[in-house]
C-alpha cells in the first residue's frame, strides 16, 4: 500500500509541476509586453530604416539601407538562430558585365556530335547486321498496327449503351438533334430585376438585424473596446523631423495650413521646418511603443462572452 501512496505522491507533484508550468507560460503569454521601435530616414542621398521587435528573450530585427541588402536577424539571447540577406548590388563577371540566367552547358558527345558519330558508324556496320536491324524494324512496324488494332476495339467498345427501361425494356439513346427545344435566353432586364430582388431582400434583412435591441448595445460595446485597443496600440515614444519644402512660398504655406488643422493630432511628435525657397524633402523620425496581449485578450473575450454579443452572432450568420 505505501508504494502505491508514493507512485500517486509522485504522480501528483508530475501533474502539479506540469500545470503550475501552462500557468506560468500563460501569464508571461499574457502580461509580459512586446515593445517594439522602428526607425528610419529619408533624404536626397540616403535611405534607410531598422525594426527591432522583442519580447522576452527573444528579438527579431530587420534593417534596410539604400544599396544594401535588406537584412532580417531572429535572436534567442545573445544567440543568433535565424539570418536572411536578401537584395543588394549584383555580382559582376570578369570583363564587368553582368548575367542573369547561368551560361549554357558545353554540348558533350552524349548530344548532337553523339548522334552524328552514330550515324557516320553505320555505314561501315557488316551485312548481317544490316539485316538484323531490318528484321527488327519490321518486328517493331507488326507490333505497332497490332496496337492500332487493339486501340480500335477498345473505341468500338466504348460506345454509349442502349438505356434499359425496366417496363418497357431496351431503348435507343435518344438522338440529341434539332427536336429538342431551345430554352429562351434571360434578358437583360430579366437579370436586373433578379438582381434588384435580391439585393432588397438583403437590405431588408440587415435593417431588420440592425434595429435589434442586442445589436445596437452590441455596437455600442463594439465601438468602445475598439477605442481602448487603438489607445493600447498607440507608440508610447516618437518623433519625426520633417523639412520640406516646394519651391514656392505660396504652396508651401498652403501645404503647411493644412497641415496645421489637424495639429492636435500629431502635436506632440510631428516637428516641421519649412523651407519657402528651395524644393526639398527630408524626413527623419523614431517609434516606440510595447503591446500587452492580456490587456488586449481579456476585454475582447469578456465582450464576445456576453449574451447579446453571442446572440447577433448567430443574428448575423442568418443574414
Known amino acids: 500500500m505505501a508504494v502505491v501512496w508514493t507512485i500517486l505522491k509522485i504522480l501528483g507533484i508530475i501533474i502539479l509541476c506540469i500545470i503550475g508550468l501552462i500557468l506560468l507560460i500563460l501569464l508571461m503569454v499574457l502580461f509580459i509586453p512586446i515593445r517594439y521601435q522602428a526607425e528610419g530616414g529619408y533624404t536626397t542621398e540616403k535611405i534607410g530604416a531598422a525594426v527591432k521587435v522583442r519580447w522576452f528573450i527573444f528579438r527579431i530585427l530587420a534593417y534596410y539601407n539604400k544599396g544594401d541588402p535588406f537584412t532580417v536577424k531572429a535572436k534567442v539571447g545573445p544567440f543568433t538562430v535565424y539570418s536572411m540577406s536578401k537584395g543588394g548590388e549584383k555580382e559582376a563577371l570578369e570583363d564587368g558585365t553582368q548575367h542573369m540566367f547561368p551560361p549554357p552547358e558545353e554540348i558533350t558527345g552524349d548530344g548532337n556530335a553523339g548522334t552524328e558519330a552514330g550515324a557516320a558508324g553505320e555505314g561501315n556496320k557488316p551485312k548481317e547486321e544490316v539485316k538484323a536491324d531490318q528484321t527488327s524494324a519490321a518486328g517493331a512496324d507488326k507490333e505497332s498496327k497490332n496496337s492500332d488494332k487493339k486501340a480500335g476495339k477498345k473505341e468500338k467498345k466504348q460506345k454509349p449503351k442502349p438505356q434499359e427501361n425496366v417496363f418497357e425494356?431496351?431503348?435507343?439513346?435518344?438522338?440529341?438533334?434539332?427536336?429538342?427545344?431551345?430554352?429562351?435566353?434571360?434578358?437583360?432586364?430579366?437579370?436586373?430585376?433578379?438582381?434588384?430582388?435580391?439585393?432588397?431582400?438583403?437590405?431588408?434583412?440587415?435593417?431588420?438585424?440592425?434595429?435589434?435591441?442586442?445589436?445596437?448595445?452590441?455596437?455600442?460595446?463594439?465601438?468602445?473596446?475598439?477605442?481602448?485597443?487603438?489607445?493600447?496600440?498607440?507608440?508610447?515614444?516618437?518623433?519625426?523631423?520633417?523639412?520640406?519644402?516646394?519651391?514656392?512660398?505660396?504652396?508651401?504655406?498652403?501645404?503647411?495650413?493644412?497641415?496645421?488643422?489637424?495639429?492636435?493630432?500629431?502635436?506632440?511628435?510631428?516637428?516641421?521646418?519649412?523651407?519657402?525657397?528651395?524644393?526639398?524633402?527630408?524626413?527623419?523620425?523614431?517609434?516606440?511603443?510595447?503591446?500587452?496581449?492580456?490587456?488586449?485578450?481579456?476585454p475582447a473575450l469578456l465582450f464576445y462572452l456576453r449574451k447579446d454579443t453571442r446572440r447577433t452572432i448567430k443574428l448575423a450568420k442568418k443574414i
Open 169 to 298: 425494356g431496351t431503348v435507343e439513346p435518344p438522338d440529341l438533334g434539332e427536336d429538342i427545344e431551345k430554352t429562351p435566353k434571360e434578358s437583360p432586364f430579366d437579370k436586373l430585376d433578379r438582381i434588384r430582388i435580391k439585393v432588397e431582400k438583403k437590405r431588408s434583412h440587415i435593417e431588420q438585424f440592425l434595429a435589434k435591441e442586442c445589436t445596437k448595445k452590441t455596437i455600442e460595446r463594439g465601438k468602445k473596446l475598439l477605442k481602448k485597443i487603438f489607445k493600447h496600440l498607440k507608440p508610447t515614444k516618437g518623433h519625426v523631423d520633417l523639412h520640406f519644402g516646394l519651391g514656392s512660398a505660396a504652396d508651401t504655406g498652403m501645404i503647411l495650413a493644412k497641415i496645421a488643422r489637424h495639429y492636435p493630432l500629431f502635436g506632440k511628435w510631428l516637428f516641421i521646418n519649412p523651407d519657402f525657397y528651395n524644393k526639398v524633402i527630408e524626413a527623419e523620425g523614431m517609434v516606440k511603443g510595447r503591446i500587452r496581449i492580456g490587456t488586449l485578450a481579456i
